[in-house]
C-alpha cells in the first residue's frame, strides 16, 4: 500500500459508518447461509436420495462437490473482492449462491443436484471472505469490533448445529428441496441489506493485479487436499488415489509459497500468514475446525440412531450449545479477551473443549440426554465461544486495507481443511473401531434383539473413540495456541492505530517479520 493510501485508510478509521451495525447483520445473514449450507443439506440427503434414487457411493458427492469448489476456490474469492469492490463481490456471491440454491431444490436428477451443490461452492467461495472482510473493514472502534466480532464468531461457531435443527424442521415437515429453497429467501433479505448498507471505500492508488499462476497453483491445491482427505473417508488410507491426490497437494502449495516470494503481485503476501499472531490464529481456526466435526456427526448419530430422537427434536437438542456458545463469544470479545488477549482465552477454549470432548466419551447406550450430553454441550459450546471469536478477530487484525480480502479467506479455508482433515480422519478412525468391537465381541445369539444390542454397542463404542481423538486435536490445539500466540500485544479486540497502520504498510512489502502490535487502552 502507498504512504497515501495508507493515511486515507487510517482517517477511515477515524469516522465510522453510521449504518454499520445494519451492515453487521446483513453480514451475519451472509455468514449464517453459508454455514449452515454444511449441515442442513446433510438433513436431507435420504429423502433427496430416495426422491432422485441416487446410490450410497454416490451420495457423497452431493457434500463433495460443495467442499471441493469451496475449499479451492477461497483464497480467489477472497482476492476477487480486493480487486472488484467487497460490496460488489458481496451481492455477486449473494445472488450466485441464492441461484444457485434454487437449481439444486428443482434438481431432477443426480446429476443436476451435483451440478448445483459446485455452483454453490463457487459462489460460496465469494461470499464467505467478503462478508468477513466487510466486518474487517467496516468496524474500527475497538470496542464495536469486539462486538461485532463476537456475534461472526458466534455464527461461525454455531451455524451448524442451527443447520441441524432447521434442517431437521424442512425436511420433517416441507420437504428436502426446501433446504435448499430457504437459502433463495436469506439471500433476498442480504441482498436488499447489501445493496443499503455495504459500502466499498473509495480505492487510493492503482488498482492491483490478480496473481493468475499463484491462483492456479493454490486452487490445484486446495483442490487435491480436499478430495485426497475426502477419498480417505470413502476409499480409506489405502488407496493409491488419496495418497496421489495428498502428495500433488503438498508439491503444489512448495510450488505455491515459492512464487509467493518471487510475484510482483502475490495472491497471499506472505506477511499476512507468517505473522505469528495470525498464524496462531489460522492453526486454531483449522484445529476447532477438525474438532467440531466429531461434534456435530457422531453425537448426531448417537441422538437419532440410540437414544431415538427425531429429526426436530435432534436439532432441539444442539440449542443449549448455541446458547451457551453465543454467550461465550459475547463475554470472551468484550470482556476476557480485551483484558487477557488471545495467548489465555483460545488455549483456555482449547482446553475447555478437551474436557467437553472427555465428558462425551462416558456415553453408553444407557446414557440419557439431561444426565449426561447436556453438560457436554454446555461445556464444548462455551468453549467454541473462546476459541473463534478470538481466533477470527486476531487473524483478520491490522491487515492493510488491499489485503482485507484474502486474509479473511485464509479463515474460511482454514476452518473448511480441518472440516475435511476431521471427516476424513474421524470417519476412518470411528468404522475401523466399529469393526474391531464387532469381532470381539461377536453376539452369542443371533436373535434380532441380540444383533441389536451388538450393533448398539459397536456403534457406541466407535463414536467414543472418536471422541477420545477429537479431544486429543484440541488438547494438541492447546499446547499449540500457548506456544504460538504472542505474549505481548494481545489486541485481539484491537484495531491498530493510524500510525502503526502507516507504519505497517511501509514496510509490509519486504516484510517476513511481524507487523506493530496495536497498543492496549483498558
Known amino acids: 500500500m502507498s504512504q497515501t493510501s495508507s493515511i486515507s485508510g487510517a482517517s477511515d478509521t477515524q469516522v465510522p459508518d453510521p449504518r454499520r451495525w445494519l451492515t453487521l447483520a446483513t453480514v451475519a445473514l451472509a455468514q449464517l447461509m453459508v454455514v449452515l449450507d454444511a449441515t442442513v443439506v446433510n438433513i436431507a440427503l435420504p429423502a433427496a436420495q430416495k426422491d432422485l434414487d441416487f446410490t450410497n457411493g454416490e451420495r457423497q458427492w452431493i457434500v463433495t462437490a460443495y467442499s471441493l469448489a469451496f475449499g479451492s476456490l477461497l483464497l480467489l474469492g477472497g482476492r476477487m473482492s480486493d480487486l472488484i469492490g467487497r460490496k460488489r463481490a458481496f451481492i455477486i456471491g449473494l445472488i450466485g449462491f441464492a441461484a444457485a440454491s434454487a437449481l439444486g431444490g428443482a434438481a431432477q436428477s443426480f446429476g443436476m443436484l451435483v451440478g448445483a451443490r459446485a455452483l454453490q461452492g463457487v459462489f460460496g467461495a465469494l461470499l464467505a471472505p467478503t462478508a468477513l472482510s466487510v466486518l474487517t473493514t467496516t468496524f474500527t472502534i475497538p470496542k464495536e469490533r469486539a462486538r461485532a466480532f463476537g456475534v461472526f464468531g458466534a455464527i461461525a461457531g454455531a451455524g451448524g448445529a442451527i443447520g441441524l435443527l432447521l434442517g431437521g424442521f424442512l425436511t420433517q415437515d416441507l420437504s428436502w428441496r426446501w433446504n435448499l429453497y430457504i437459502n433463495v429467501v436469506i ?29 492456479l497453483l493454490v486452487s490445484a491445491a486446495l483442490f487435491s487436499l480436499v478430495y485426497g482427505f475426502s477419498n480417505a473417508e470413502s476409499d480409506g488410507w489405502n488407496s493409491p488415489l488419496t495418497w496421489g491426490f495428498l502428495g500433488g497437494a503438498g508439491v503444489l ?101 478437551t474436557v467437553g470432548m472427555f465428558l462425551l466419551t462416558r456415553l453408553s447406550v444407557d446414557s440419557t440426554y439431561a444426565g449426561n450430553i447436556l453438560p457436554a454441550l454446555l461445556v464444548l459450546g ?141
Open 187 to 215: 439471500a433476498i433479505i442480504a441482498v436488499i441489506g447489501a445493496t443499503i448498507f455495504v459500502h466499498t471505500p473509495k480505492r487510493q492508488g492503482a488498482r492491483p493485479k490478480l496473481d493468475v499462476p499463484g491462483t
Open 382 to 522: 462455551f468453549a467454541m465461544g473462546s476459541i473463534m471469536p478470538a481466533s477470527i478477530q486476531t487473524a483478520t487484525l491490522g491487515v492493510d486495507r488491499e489485503h482485507a480480502g484474502v486474509a479473511s479467506a485464509m479463515v474460511n479455508t482454514s476452518q473448511q481443511v480441518g472440516g475435511s482433515i476431521g471427516t476424513a480422519l474421524l470417519n476412518t478412525i470411528a468404522a475401523t473401531a466399529l469393526t474391531s468391537y464387532l469381532t470381539a465381541h461377536a453376539p452369542t445369539s443371533h436373535t434380532a434383539a441380540a444383533i441389536a444390542q451388538a450393533t448398539a454397542n459397536a456403534a457406541v463404542h466407535s463414536y467414543t473413540t472418536a471422541y477420545w481423538f477429537g479431544a486429543a486435536f484440541f488438547a494438541f490445539g492447546a499446547i499449540l495456541s500457548a506456544l504460538l500466540f504472542r505474549r505481548r500485544g494481545h489486541g485481539g479486540s484491537h484495531v491498530a492505530a493510524p500510525g502503526q497502520e502507516t507504519h505497517h504498510a511501509q514496510h509490509s512489502a519486504a516484510e517476513p517479520a511481524e507487523p506493530a502490535e496495536p497498543v492496549i487502552a483498558h
Open 253 to 353: 502449495l512448495i510450488g505455491f509459497v515459492i512464487w509467493q516470494r518471487a510475484a510482483s503481485h502475490p495472491l497471499l503476501p506472505l506477511h499476512i500468514v507468517v505473522n505469528r499472531n495470525r498464524g496462531a490464529s489460522y492453526a486454531s481456526v483449522t484445529i476447532a475446525g477438525a474438532g467440531m466435526f466429531g461434534i456435530f456427526l457422531f453425537l448426531t448419530y448417537y441422538i437419532e440412531e440410540i437414544l431415538r430422537f427425531d429429526p426436530i427434536k435432534t436439532g432441539v437438542s444442539f440449542l443449549p450449545m448455541i446458547g451457551m456458545l453465543v454467550l461465550a463469544a459475547q463475554l470472551s470479545t468484550n470482556v476476557f479477551l480485551p483484558r487477557f488477549g488471545p495467548k489465555i482465552m483460545v488455549p483456555f477454549g482449547m482446553t475447555l473443549a
